[in-house]
């Protein structure tokens, strides 16, 4: 059943999908009956949003992108032996407790017989500090954490993500190189694989100027 969800979410069943499940595409545009060519979308949509959300009414997360094109592989009988969705600056808002999580990139990929999409070309993940209450004693220094890789893999239901390749992370305390890592958004915790080298410095204690 996730799984179902899932793929239909990213328009991979079809025309039929994309008008049932994208919330605001300012344009969906479908191809004539005739079969396509191969490197030819079967179907696309362009400025494409939608929110996910659990069985308890919960949201789970959000996603935005510039463009979905949806592509059929035929075999011999023509029937579909493949098809995959190509993403054009995906952007995920995975939300957990007060401060949600951002995960984006340049391109992406979602294979129909996988649950997560592939993300690649300048991957970022964020979260935002949390917003001062008031009466809340100023922090030292307030500032967001920043991942950079070039790919990644990411189930936004599950809120995992993985990836073998160098990350790099940007935090208010200096920086952090690695080579593989792992991000559970659920417990907030990003796990880091091998070759880890840190740079630390004492951050620059702006509460006094606020």
Known sequence: MRKNRFY????????????????????????????????????????????????????EYAFTAN????????????????????????????????????????????????????????VRIWQEPPERQPGEEAPAYREASELTTEKLDINPVEKVAYTDEPVKILTPYGVINAVGMTANFKNRKIELHHKVHAIHRIPEDRSLNE
């Open 67 to 122: 463009r979905l094109e949806h592509f059929r592989v035929l075999g011999d009988n023509r029937q579909p032996v493949d098809e995959y969705t190509m993403v054009d600056h995906p952007h995920f808002t995975i939300y957990q407790e007060d401060t949600p999580w951002h995960v984006e990139s340049v391109d992406g990929k979602l294979v129909r017989s996988s649950e997560q999409i592939a993300l690649w070309d300048t």
């Open 8 to 59: 239909l979410l990213f328009i991979a069943m079809g025309i039929a999908s994309i008008v049932m499940l994208w919330d605001s595409s300012e344009n969906v545009i479908t191809p004539p009956k005739a079969e396509p060519a191969p490197q030819i979308p079967y179907a696309f949509a362009e400025n494409a949003a939608t929110r996910y959300f659990n069985d308890n009414g919960v949201l």
